[in-house]
């Protein structure tokens, strides 16, 4: 029987953080042996923030380390640079034929771009969810494990898979489906700075590749208050994110215990902090060595790039030639 497929991706602009560690990458890592899967460093779609050449180059291969250090395996599954699939342009030149302005101008990730950054909208932030459609739906998807932030990027590409099934009249597509554990809602991280996500362009993420001096540092310094006041208060939004990330980090009982002791008014927050800077070191460290070690290994991280390189673009390329046929792009002369 065939497995379901399953595509994702993240952007090489710095390193990986615990937002896509936990969002997205530890999922893919559970999904490896049931799921035929293709995981990609989507360094096209980081173009939209004007990379310099050589920062491009060292993102990817620290995303290419990055993935391997936490564990996803290049014989079990398809790891490739978004670039090498070239077939993944020319889908999504076809699919801008059929997305429209107001859709994409309404989407919050883009309005939140724009937002960040009012002198690059470029036409690129508007068109991204055609190319994160386009990523999906190439290789046939049928389940996409991504963090809460792209539940709209994901709806996009659902709609635009079904416009064009329907278009063609042929169901050619898969309608892919968000992918989570357990059935549980999709996941978001917070940042430690008092509200939103832990995100790059935040400014405020904990990487996977950050000392252990450096976790302390960035968790020592989360926002907090000055503690409450009554019993079983309800939490502020800086507390309770601190409180999330604990609940994804370390184990249920530590998490219990300080929420007992906020309940009571007893929370020292430097404590809580300290514990908290620990156990993420506790997850990190390990895989920070395996980085480091894997990044020494320069052919062997051009090994898998080749290797994944060529499984993506068979299977791009397959879905490429059945769309152009479609479309009615026919052999004339
Ligand atoms: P990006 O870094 O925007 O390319 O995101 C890559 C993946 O990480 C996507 O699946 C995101 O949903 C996920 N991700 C990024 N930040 C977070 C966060 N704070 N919480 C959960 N998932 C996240």
């Not at 809602?185 to 509200?195: N, T």
């Not at 832990?198 to 020592?220: C, F, H, Q, T």
């Amino acid at each position: 029987m065939n497995k379901p497929t399953v595509v994702s991706g993240i952007r090489p602009t710095g390193y990986l953080h615990l937002g896509n560690y936990f969002g997205a990458v530890r999922n893919f890592i559970r999904m490896q042996d049931d799921f035929n899967c293709f995981f990609f460093i989507a360094d096209i779609h980081s173009l939209t923030t004007h990379p310099t050449p050589g920062d491009l180059q060292s993102g990817v291969k620290q995303v290419l380390a990055e993935y391997l250090a936490c564990g996803i395996d290049p014989e079990k599954s398809t790891i490739f640079i978004q670039s090498d699939v070239p077939e993944v342009t020319e889908l999504y030149t076809f699919l801008n034929m059929n997305a429209y302005l107001g859709e994409l101008e309404r989407t919050t990730s883009f309005k939140d771009k724009a937002r960040q950054q009012p002198e690059n909208v470029n036409a690129g932030l508007l068109t991204y969810p055609v190319l994160m459609a386009a990523d999906i739906i190439i290789h046939k998807a049928h389940f996409v494990p991504v963090g809460k932030d792209q539940e709209q990027n994901l709806e996009m590409a659902r709609k635009f898979a079904k416009r064009f099934n329907r278009m063609y009249g042929k169901n050619i597509f898969p309608i892919p489906r968000p992918f989570t554990f357990d059935g549980k809602d999709m996941i978001k991280v917070p940042g430690l700075d008092g509200s939103g996500k832990m995100g790059k362009s935040e400014g405020n993420a904990i990487n996977l590749y950050d000392d252990p001096r450096e976790i302390r540092k960035k968790v020592m310094r989360a926002v907090t208050d000055s503690g409450p006041n009554e019993m079983n208060q309800e939490k502020p939004e800086a507390i309770q994110n601190l409180f999330t990330l604990m609940e994804i980090v370390s184990k249920p009982e530590t998490a219990e215990h300080f929420n007992e002791l906020y309940n009571k008014c007893e929370i020292r927050y430097g404590d809580m902090k300290k514990q908290l800077a620990e156990d993420i070191v506790s997850y990190t460290a390990p895989i920070r060595d395996r980085i480091i070690e894997i990044l020494e290994d320069q052919d062997y991280l051009a090994k898998v790039a080749k290797m994944g390189a060529e499984k993506a673009r068979e299977s791009a390329a397959k879905t490429l030639n059945e769309v152009k046929n479609l479309i009615g792009f026919k052999k004339l002369f």
